[in-house]
C-alpha cells in the first residue's frame, strides 16, 4: 500500500510541477496515469471498472489514453461538458468514484482540472446555457 500511495504522489507532484523529462504537452497524460492505476482500495483508478480490455461496470472510457481521451472528447462529452463542474469532475471531487477505491486528492483533481480547462467549457451546465440566451 506504501509503494502505491508513494506512486500517486510522484505523478502528482511530477505533473504539477513540470519536472517530467520532456515538457508534457497533453495535460490528460497526468490524468490518465492516475487512472489506470490498477483497482484497489487505495487506488484513485478507473482500470477494471471503466478502463481495460473489455466493459466490466458501468461506462467503459476504453483500453489506451487515446481510446479513454476519445471517449471525453468525442462519444462522450457530455461526462466533461461544464468542466470543473462536470459530471466526471463531481464524481471523483464528491467521492462517488472510484467505487472501492480512494477519493482523488486535491492535488490529483488539480491535475484533471487543468485537462478540463482546456477541453470543456469551466462554467457548469447549467449556467453555461443560461448565459448563452
Given at each position: 500500500m506504501k509503494i502505491r500511495s508513494a506512486t500517486r504522489l510522484a505523478i502528482a507532484?511530477?505533473?504539477?510541477?513540470?519536472?517530467?523529462a520532456y515538457a508534457q504537452e497533453n495535460p490528460f497524460d497526468a490524468v490518465f496515469a492516475l487512472m489506470t492505476q490498477d483497482r484497489a482500495p487505495d487506488s484513485p483508478g478507473c482500470r477494471g471498472c471503466h478502463?481495460?480490455?473489455?466493459?466490466?461496470?458501468?461506462?467503459y472510457f476504453g483500453n489506451t489514453q487515446d481510446e479513454v481521451e476519445m471517449t471525453f472528447t468525442v462519444d462522450r462529452p457530455d461526462l466533461i461538458e461544464g468542466g470543473r463542474g462536470s459530471t466526471l469532475a463531481s464524481f471523483l471531487r464528491d467521492g462517488l468514484m472510484p467505487l472501492?477505491?480512494?477519493l482523488w486528492t486535491d492535488c490529483e483533481l488539480e491535475l484533471l482540472y487543468t485537462w478540463l480547462d482546456q477541453v470543456a467549457p469551466t462554467l457548469p451546465v447549467a449556467v453555461?446555457?443560461?448565459a448563452t440566451r
Open positions: 507532484l511530477l505533473s504539477a510541477m513540470g519536472a517530467t478502463i481495460g480490455p473489455g466493459p466490466a461496470i458501468g461506462t472501492s477505491g480512494s453555461a446555457t443560461e
